[in-house]
């Protein structure tokens, strides 16, 4: 098995994902580009002692972007939504 932290790169917070953890208890999170539904599922059950109920992938194209005449791409990565089970949740900003 992978390194866990490998797997998963970082949460990724915005408004449509705060708004999906907090009537969906679905999780978003970056994470490696070759980690397949199993090991994801694996790393947060044993990073966040959860229980994972569904995993969604997709990959995410990098944005194309502009430095005067240069111009370049950034670079692709792939989301995964996590569905905890019901009476669970992965707090990222505790104490706040």
Same mark, same amino acid.
């Given at each position: 098995?992978?390194?866990?932290? &490998? @797997? +998963?790169? %970082?949460?990724? +917070?915005?408004?449509? #994902?705060?708004?999906?953890?907090?009537?969906?208890? @679905?999780?978003?999170? =970056?994470? &490696?580009?070759? &980690?397949?539904?199993?090991? @994801?599922?694996? =790393? +947060?059950?044993?990073?966040?002692?959860?229980?994972?109920?569904?995993? $969604?992938?997709?990959?995410?194209?990098?944005?194309? %972007?502009?430095?005067? &005449?240069?111009?370049?791409?950034?670079? #692709?990565?792939?989301? =995964?939504?996590? $569905?905890? $089970?019901?009476?669970?949740? +992965?707090?990222?900003? =505790?104490?706040?």
């Amino acid at each position: 098995m992978k390194n866990l932290r &490998a @797997i +998963i790169k %970082r949460p990724v +917070i915005t408004e449509k #994902s705060t708004i999906e953890r907090e009537t969906n208890n @679905i999780v978003t999170f =970056a994470v &490696a580009l070759n &980690a397949n539904k199993v090991e @994801i599922k694996s =790393a +947060i059950e044993e990073l966040f002692d959860v229980t994972v109920l569904e995993v $969604r992938t997709s990959h995410m194209l990098g944005k194309m %972007r502009r430095v005067g &005449a240069k111009s370049g791409r950034k670079p #692709s990565w792939k989301k =995964a939504r996590v $569905r905890l $089970r019901e009476g669970d949740s +992965i707090e990222f900003f =505790a104490g706040v």
